[in-house]
């Protein structure tokens, strides 16, 4: 959005309205006025629910936001919008906002908006503005904002201490595309303009923060005389074998361009000096519905520079350029829409989002075609890679070429379209041809690709890597943000069909939702259904279809109700009408007509927290199908088999050796193996626990070690039963740890002791023992529960004459199982070679390029090989081995293109590599600091925290680029104070604690630069057995006065460390008892603590599951969830900064006096890489067996907008 026009120019728009409105006024006197300031007034069908529409029309309310909970009466901060009951499309409208300067809060945005701008969101913001759907004026803070960017400061020349009237004047030119405001007599000039490119109809909108807020709108007139923005006509195409192959215009073009290939072909010449003048068009217009492809040919290798090829469409003829732009962007003539890395730009003005960066894919190697087709209706559909992405719905002129941009990154491209395409509409059949006959020799369009759901989702969504399953993250805590979509259009009588795999009880007023949507560009996935996209989606609610916010149908099946196995679905009919299925019952049309290309959407929603699709792989057929089996038919089958097994080793005799052997192998070798989803292998490992098949496994295996391993089809079954031991135990820490709990070590340890004389090496049985041996002891170490066993049977002494072998796989596994083995004084048993360490990074280099399971062939995933090298850095020369094989640059690889989870494990791991010898030579390393400098703006905080860490270790990029070889490392000056304890500080003193339960010596800040300061490292093990723990990184730690019993139980030595997130209200009453209570107990004071909101309680729990307990973790990242340490509002009187505040105590728990378990927080990926998902809960019925001492806090600063 511009601002080229002057305030002259809105000077004469102004003087002509002032016109308009006197007529309007004088035409509204001599009938009610009422009526049409009530049809121009507030809609209270479009505005968040957040919002009380008046009765008059004219005035809307926000309501008083609720409180995040009945024990924390702090309200929830949110933004909420309404839009006008009319929307202009052409003319000139005018209408007065009355806005009270006490009602406004800290964004009050005063705009118009389309009915794709959402209406409501969590926070305080500019909602209006928010995307490139609405637009306006802040005035509590003087400025104008456009797709969630500042414009500008507003009205020009105010002094800062401006503040808008309580009266003001919307000026809005739909013609000329101009918005301007007035006030207290006063024309402030033109704000924005631009505004038809957004090519819908706007509302007048507010958006308010301010809790009983009442703003009211007042019509004063407009004409609608205006030119309209109706389509334009489409002339009928031509057949595309009669206009001729594409060709690049072989006289137009730019002048670094050289043509190949007869003109199909199109190169940069000079690419390394020369960035563009390399713009290339087609030689004659696109036809409709005629698709004009390119492909990347060539590139720069390794190129860091910011830009790649665009491709898009101009109304400028190519010969009546009188010469030719340096980049399309620069073209001052015509129309030009430019698909520009992830934006589509009209003449350099972005105009709509695009779901795909193209920059991005060019940089990383993923991109290799680019295509643009304007279809039947005038629109402009995009194809990446051949993949339909979304569509542009301007009314595209008839006459339009294809233009490219060979631009930065970009060599060389081709055209892909065919020579010779077959016409697009059905000819008319010849004279004397059957009708048979002309279907035999038409040609026949290929099958559309298997669908499945499209990687653009709700922001909760967790897709599996073959993208037909979906799972809503955090599903305890959160009911929305579970939108996904079909991965194409659906054809006509094609049925869309999911399964319901997961439910929870906990809400069970709300469900799932399914529907179609008209996919348009600009599209924003909504919170849930139908949300602001109403107006373009048909979607099953509950027991009703809506469309537009009105119920086209009532249904006799609610979705709230659907159980796991159910099957639901939705087609759309050749009649243009919309159908929707439940377990294979059509329930008929549901609403009519339905655009022609439309996408399946589903609503991941409440009670409903995973789905699978429930679709062949090939076209479906158009005409109903049967219902399909039991979908739980399989699953069911599956644990039939596990139990099977399980009986069956129940039986030890020799004559039941070989149907063991085959069950084993088939039901579950082969079933795990057949199964990529590490979630899926996770859920095996548990059933298979559940079942105690670890103890019958290892049972039998001693029983088989009795009969002769020297028997074949023995040693075969021995060796099958292993492997599942290997591979169970490699997903699942409940099934490890379960391990630990038999004779499996001791019998592993006996026989490492046994070969240690490398009878192995010749013996390729052995050999396959050994290695078994080091990989299952390998698993079992990752558990923190087995430590004690491990020690006990002194694994250490019988894994180490492995360490060095000459095969180096085994010597692999030795390390990575010593690793997690060895003690603080134990670092030389981990010395490795550099063939060794080199070894190690070429696993993690296979397992990164396994893009499914992230997984090495050896059963390595990328998370464990990092942090196995991390626990080997702590050994001086395995630091520069690492370093001298090059091992940084996977790290910065894996930082760059990987998981989050992937990314802050290789940050740790390069930590863990730094100090005085090696630290010059990762700071060389290239690309490292962009790479850090990018993490630093990751949306997890984890990977932020890790960066950060690194980069204070590291030397500047000046600083190492000016230093000599010899040179010693630069050191930061020693600083005076904390800024982030002194804002801690002050927030501490808002608790109002008594100072007598604090021990202020020992108070510890954690932020990222006092941690690095101190060089502490990120965890930590205590107590008696030693178990492992996190520091608090990010929060400011006040240690606590320790009891009497403290030093009576040895509780610093002997006791393991942990956390308990709590809300900052209950930190006084804590503390006045001395210790944490659970659920159920009765606190000083006769207050009965209670089940905080959200959680299980007695009436909603899993089977089993013991409300009353006092629950900690290992990890803050767990315990500071915001389901345990919830989160307030805290502003700082000094900085006058507005921060998100939680509290948690740091606690010592007596060891052997909980039990360990599963996240209950519904989380789906990794929490910690130190700690499983499985082992970061733990849960204690003993009162008195924790013991406080430290208080900690953790303040966030809000970013303002």
Sequence with gaps: MGNELSSRELGSDLAMLALLRSLEEARMARSSSEPIMTQHGWDPDDCSDNMDVLEDGLKVRKKVSRTLSPLLPIPEMRTDAVRGKKSYRNGTHIWRIHWPKQHRGSHAMVGVASTQAPLKCIGFTHLIGSNDQSLGWDIARNLLIYNDCTIRRYPDGKMPGFEAPEDITVILNMDTGVLGFKGGGENYGVALTGLRSINRPLSPAISATKDGAEIGIHYLGGTDSGPTVGPTPITSPRPASAAGAFTFHSKVHGSAVKFLNNYRTAAREDPLNNDKNAVVFTSRPLETEELFEIHIDKRIKGSDKPGSVEIGVTTVNPQELSSVPATMTDCKVGQTWMYSGAEMLLNSLKVANMPKDIYELQSTGKLSKLGVKRDAQGRLDIFVNGEYIGTINDRFPTTIYGVVDIYMQTVQVSITSPKVEAPIEKEEEPSGQTQEAAKSTSPTSPPPPPITFRKTCGKNVEMSSDQKTATRRNYMTDCDNGIVLSSRPLQSGEMFEIRVDKTISKWDHEGLKIGLVDLHSGFEIPRTLPGQIAEVTWSWVGDEVFHDRRVEKKLNMNLNRVKNGDRVGVMRASDNTVHFFYNGQDFGAAADRIPEKVFAIVDVHGCTFEVSLNMPDTEMETKQTAPGPNPNSEVNTALMKMKQTVELLKIKNEASIKKVKQMAQENLLELYRSHQDPLLRKAMGEKFTEMQGETHIVDYLKFLRECGLEVDYIQECYSTLRKICVWYSNDSLKFARALGETDLLSIVVSELQKYKNKSYETDEKLLDVVKTDLILLHNCAKVTENRGVIRRLQVIDAILPYRNSKIKELSTHALMALSYMVAIDEHHYIQADENSIAFILQILEEAFSNKTTHMSETGYHVDEVLVGLANLAKNKGNRINVVKKQGVNTFVKIMKLGRPSEQECAAMALLEMVDDTTVQHIAATPGLHGVLATMKNSPVEAVRQASERLLLKLPSQDSFVQMMPDMPKPTAPKRRKCDYKEICNAYMKTLNLNDAFFDHEFD???????????????????????????????????????????????????????????????????????????????????EKISVCKGHFTEERKPEGFNIKKIFVSPSIRYAGHSAYAMPHKYKDATTEKNYVARVAFQICIRPDSYVVGDQTIGALSQIDPKFDNQEIEWATEERGSTVLYGLLVKLEEEVSA
């Design 1004 to 1086: 510890r800040c954690y932020c990222s630069v006092c941690h690095t300061d101190r060089g502490d490292d990120l965890y930590y093990t205590r107590g008696d057995p030693p178990k492992d723990y996190g520091i608090p990184a990010g929060w400011c730690r006040y240690a606590l006065s320790l009891p009497a019993k403290a030093k009576a139980m040895n509780v610093l030595e002997a006791w393991h460390r942990a956390y308990h997130g709590t809300r900052s209200t209950a930190v006084a009453k804590i503390l006045q008892v001395g210790e944490l209570l659970m659920p159920g107990d009765t606190a000083l004071g006769g």
